[in-house]
Structure formats: structure tokens, C-alpha cells
């Protein structure tokens, strides 16, 4: 854990390791204090209670997971298509993104593969939030001429998002089936590159020049 966190960060990252390793339910109030080198009444002070301390760290996986899409601002104006080598730029610029905010010691990864699993009434609301953000993602896209997410956008965000949630509930046999963790730091530059050169096909023919035809 690293040590120039803050006390309620110190709070919820022990939350979130712990919560991975051993289920929400089994985890108490106090062992998260002890984790986190705090007292009981601090981990309350800031959080108020142990739910509240899981919706924040639900509320802090929304965030990062966020802050890892692409947007039309990272290649293009809302006016026009990118072009290619700009796409491919958003995409290393996400990649590193994505290996500085998940070290292979980060517990962000084995808490969500806990929360999917769980599957109760918490985790399909951040599902939920995620599927509205992917939805909007693709809408600005297209709205932008920049991709078309096809007929059905919600089905297509929901497609979108069974892959990558996917990739975390598989995370162990893809490591043994591709010889590489596809999501650790030796291997997500290859998984990566590859998803996004499948997320690609959607992207629209930039426009011709005028007084010339495609």
C-alpha cells in the first residue's frame, strides 16, 4: 500500500484488497482499519459505515474506469472524423494510462472480478452506470462522424462492455491459454492494441476532399 496516501485513501484501497481477496460480507470494519493502519472510528469517521465504504470504492473503480475511454476531444474536433495516426495516439496515450492506474499489485482488478461475481443488486448498479457511460461514449462518437455504433448503440455498448469484463472474469485461464497476463503490465499493450484495432471497425471513412468523390 503505498504510503503517501491519504488516511481515507489508505482507507478504501485496504477496503478494496481485502473485499477482493475475501468477499464483502466476510470483511469487517475492524479488519479494514487494521489494514489500513487506522482505528475503527476513522475508517466511520470518513466513510460512515462499511456500505458506504463498497459504494465508495465502486464510486472510485467508475472513476478510473472513466478516465480510461476514449473520447472524441483525444483525436478529433466534434466536427470531423480523426485520422488514423491520431486514433492510433489516443490509443497509446490510453495504454499507458491503463498500466499506470493498474499496476499488477493494484487490487482494483481482483475487486471487480469480486463484485461481478457477486452479482447482487450493488454491482448490477455500477453495471448499470457503466452500459449509460459506454452508450453516451458511442453516441458523441457518432454524433461527432466519428463511428457508427450500428442500429441498436445499447446493444452495441452492452457488447462492448461483455469484452471487456470478460477479459477480467478470464483473467487467470487467458493468462494460461495466451502464455501472457492480458491484463497485466507485460501484456496489455498486446491485448490492448488488438481490442482497439477490433473497436476500430466502427470508425467512419474520414471525408473526402471537396470536389473529389470516395
Avoid at 468477499?23 to 458506504?52: M, N
Avoid at 465502486?58 to 470531423?80: C, K, N, Q, R, V
Avoid at 466519428?146 to 446493444?155: F, S
Amino acid at each position: 500500500m503505498r504510503s503517501d496516501l491519504t488516511p481515507k485513501a489508505r482507507i478504501r484501497d485496504a477496503a478494496l484488497r481485502l473485499f477482493a481477496d475475501d468477499g464483502f460480507d466476510a470483511v469487517t470494519v475492524r479488519r479494514i482499519a487494521a489494514a489500513a493502519g487506522v482505528s475503527p472510528a476513522l475508517v466511520l469517521h470518513h466513510y460512515g459505515s462499511k456500505d458506504a465504504l463498497r459504494a465508495a470504492c465502486d464510486d472510485h473503480i467508475l472513476g478510473l474506469t472513466e478516465a480510461l475511454m476514449p473520447t472524441p476531444e483525444d483525436s478529433a474536433s466534434a466536427t470531423s472524423s480523426p485520422a488514423p495516426g491520431a486514433f492510433d495516439a489516443a490509443v497509446d496515450a490510453k495504454l499507458g494510462s491503463f498500466a499506470d492506474l493498474f499496476p499488477d499489485d493494484s487490487p482494483v482488478l481482483p475487486y471487480l472480478r469480486r463484485m461481478l461475481l457477486a452479482d447482487d443488486e450493488r454491482a448490477r448498479e455500477v453495471l448499470r452506470g457503466w452500459h449509460r457511460m459506454t452508450v453516451d461514449l458511442l453516441t458523441r462518437w457518432r454524433e461527432a462522424g466519428v463511428l457508427d455504433p450500428g442500429p441498436d448503440p445499447e446493444v452495441r455498448a452492452a457488447l462492448l462492455l461483455a469484452m471487456d469484463l470478460g477479459a477480467v472474469l478470464l483473467r487467470d485461464p487467458l493468462t494460461e491459454l495466451l502464455g501472457f497476463d492480458p491484463l497485466g503490465s507485460g501484456g496489455i499493450d498486446r491485448w490492448g492494441r488488438d481490442a482497439y484495432s477490433f473497436f476500430t471497425l466502427m470508425l467512419t471513412d474520414p471525408p473526402a476532399p471537396e470536389g473529389r468523390t470516395p
